[in-house]
């Protein structure tokens, strides 16, 4: 079965593709690597008039470590990110979340831009890089702007995205000193599926145990994937204790907003999100995890 | 659209329409049968290719996105007559039944063995995570993938 005829346009630089983007007529979308939007073309959902595609746009597909900061092109794939020796070393929460994505054939097309840029609750790696305190680096008509990747899902499937702005990059600064992540996720189904709830959580532990930094990421507990803020404002300061643990959970499970669909039912996504943030927590304090 | 590339050792120019997908372009471009259409979103794997020594999905990544690489497919297994390891392990072992889901397992199994030419049986279950099989189990097809890593 083919895909309805579209008109495919690529551009050689981001400032062309903007152009394009912005000039066209009918639905137009960008394209990356296509693991998502070819896939709902093929479904019917969407049926757009012509596709921008990003790939002869040079430098895109960068991994850099600068200032201490990592920047990941938009269009750097999946499989580049996770047999990056810098992104394992430095940022292995990343690394580990980025290797959960679908299965191989499929990350080593699909792009950490792509990823953001579709806004999907159930991502993998979105978890990952709001732990991270990542930031999303947009160019549009208008110029360039950088979003905290905590104030870039704006809704269900929707990124805070104006109609012509790209994202370009992933910045993602270093993690706190001593700090411990890992990333969860929870598929009843099968081990490629995408996560029913996929949980990361970076904490940083004092000499006596206490917390001083916790951050949980989750990812389809909510329209968007989110922060469980409440949760990490019950650790910091705290002893990371099985109750601690077990209290961060039971708030994150409450402050979560998940939706129902074939996978699973809300409640359940709820019960899930309280059994894997303790497991998770735990398994970084004790350093079976991370 | 023009298209140029290598396929299966050989340089291939072409002509294909700018909304077709490797998948179509393989299969009704270029009349290699072996790329199987399955799901036709990226699930089942059975249109698995390489690009470049990487799986990739042929339903899912655009036609144009293969300009300048380097594909294989199942019709570049064999080399100068001889068929690759794994395709004489599939053999050897029965490790297919219907045979339609093949040609993509063979192609990730020999991504795997180019990135890691002695994988566990865990890792050859991982690489192989997104190829489905409804009749073989898996068994037999993970021991060929291991078989064919032991003899090289």
């Known amino acids: 079965m083919r895909l309805q005829p579209f008109r495919l346009l690529e551009p050689e630089s981001l400032p062309e593709a903007i152009e394009a983007l912005g000039r066209l007529d009918g639905e137009a979308r960008l394209v990356a690597g296509g693991t998502a939007l070819v896939a709902m073309m093929r479904l019917g959902l969407v049926k757009p008039d012509r596709l921008v595609s990003l790939h002869r746009v040079p430098g895109l597909s960068r991994i850099?470590?600068?200032?201490?900061?990592l920047e990941l092109g938009a269009m750097t794939t999946h499989a580049d990110i996770e047999r990056s020796r810098a992104v394992r070393d430095g940022w292995p929460l990343l690394a580990e979340a980025v290797h959960r994505v679908a299965t191989p054939a499929i990350r080593t097309s699909g792009t950490i831009g792509g990823n953001l840029a579709y806004a999907e609750a159930a991502s993998d790696p979105a978890p990952a890089l709001l732990c991270l305190n990542a930031e999303v680096q947009v160019v549009g008509s208008k110029g360039e702007r950088a979003i905290p990747v905590t104030r870039f899902f704006r809704g269900f499937y929707e990124a805070a995205l104006e109609p012509n702005e790209i994202v370009a990059a992933v910045r993602v600064p270093t993690p706190p000193a001593g700090a411990r992540g890992g990333y969860?996720?929870?598929t009843p189904r099968s081990a490629e599926d995408k996560p029913l709830v996929g949980?990361?959580?970076l904490v940083a532990l004092d000499a006596s145990g206490r917390c001083v930094e916790a951050r949980i990421g989750l990812g389809g507990a909510a329209p968007t994937p989110i922060r469980a803020e409440r949760a990490e404002h019950l650790l910091r300061g705290e002893p990371?204790?099985?109750?601690?643990a077990r209290a961060a959970a039971e708030t994150a499970a409450a402050e979560a907003d998940p939706l129902s669909d074939l996978m699973g039912s809300a409640d359940y996504r709820?019960?899930?999100i309280r059994v894997w943030v303790r497991r998770l927590l735990i398994g970084l304090r004790d350093g079976t995890r991370g | 659209m023009t298209l140029s590339f290598t396929l299966n050792g050989q340089p291939c120019a072409t002509e294909a329409p700018e909304h077709w997908t490797v998948l179509d372009l393989l299969r009704d471009g270029l009349g290699l049968m072996g790329t199987k259409y399955g799901c036709g979103e990226g699930v089942c794997g059975t249109c698995t290719v390489l690009a470049d020594g990487r799986p990739i999905r042929a339903c899912l990544v655009l036609a144009a996105h293969v300009r300048g690489r380097t594909l294989v497919t199942v019709?570049?297994?064999?080399?100068?007559?001889?068929l690759d390891p794994i395709q004489t392990?599939?053999?050897e072992r029965g490790a297919a039944q219907c045979g339609y889901c093949t040609p993509g397992i063979m192609l990730a199994a020999k991504a795997l063995l180019l990135e890691n030419p002695s994988p566990s049986e865990h890792e050859v279950r991982e690489a192989l995570s997104g190829n489905?099989?409804?009749?073989?189990?898996?068994?037999?097809?993970?021991?060929?993938v291991l078989a064919a890593a032991g003899s090289r």
């Open chain 1, 240 to 244: 990371l204790t099985d109750s601690a």
């Open chain 1, 184 to 186: 969860v996720k929870f």
């Open chain 1, 199 to 201: 949980v990361a959580a």
């Open chain 1, 64 to 69: 850099r470590v600068d200032g201490g900061a």
């Open chain 2, 132 to 144: 489905l099989c409804r009749c073989t189990g898996y068994t037999k097809i993970v021991e060929a």
């Open chain 2, 75 to 82: 019709e570049g297994l064999e080399l100068d007559g001889r």
């Open chain 2, 89 to 91: 392990a599939f053999a």
């Open chain 1, 270 to 272: 709820r019960e899930m």
